[in-house]
């Protein structure tokens, strides 16, 4: 059977996944234009993404955990490197200085957004790797694909598992301070 990537999720997920992993991102634009009326729009998005974080932690930790079985797992952490240029445009642009700057570290942190939002590339991010979890790409013996979200050591896996399935292509992995 060939390999095939994780599906990359229906639009208005990645979309939700998007405004969490470019919180960090809307919220220093934000800062680094405090005093301009356009601050609060980037404050607002910087909201919403922490709003589906936690409502996503919620979800992972009331839903309701099915045993499954990977047959391969690897690593994704290098697609994270992605995020870094979202992350500089407002460190590296004053949006405070003049409407132009604004405009153009608003343009240039959309078209980011929106190609990690086409790609399927906000399954990975990086705030996760914060909260000790680490992202994946990772496949079931029938050759199903899926992004996995998880705390453990993968490579101590073995058998059937116990995830919560996010959006139909993300699995993530239920983790309790008691282990």
């Known amino acids: 059977m060939s390999a095939r990537p994780p599906r990359r999720g229906p639009l208005l997920v990645r979309i939700e996944l998007g405004l969490a992993a470019f919180a960090p991102a809307f919220a220093l634009i934000g ?7 356009w601050s609060w729009a980037f ?11 936690v409502v996503g932690a919620l979800y992972v930790a009331r839903g309701n955990p099915d045993p499954i079985a990977l047959d391969e797992i690897q690593d994704a952490s290098d697609q994270v490197v992605g995020y870094i240029a979202a992350y500089i445009v407002p460190v590296v642009i004053d949006t405070s200085t ?3 700057n604004a405009v153009i570290a608003t343009v240039a942190l959309f078209v980011v957004f929106l190609i ?19 992202v994946y790409t990772a ?6 694909s899926f992004f996995l979200v998880a705390r453990t050591d993968v490579a101590d896996w073995t058998d059937e598992h116990p995830l919560v399935d996010l959006a ?9 301070a008691r282990r």
């Open 98 to 100: 003049s409407t132009l």
């Open 43 to 53: 404050f607002a998005l910087a909201a919403v993404g922490i709003l589906v974080l």
């Open 168 to 176: 139909s292509s993300v699995l993530v992995e239920r983790w309790s």
């Open 31 to 37: 800062l680094r234009s405090w005093g301009q009326w």
């Open 116 to 134: 990690h939002v086409a790609t399927g590339r906000v399954h990975i991010n990086p705030l996760l790797y914060l909260l000790g979890y680490r």
């Open 139 to 144: 496949k079931t013996k029938e050759g199903t």
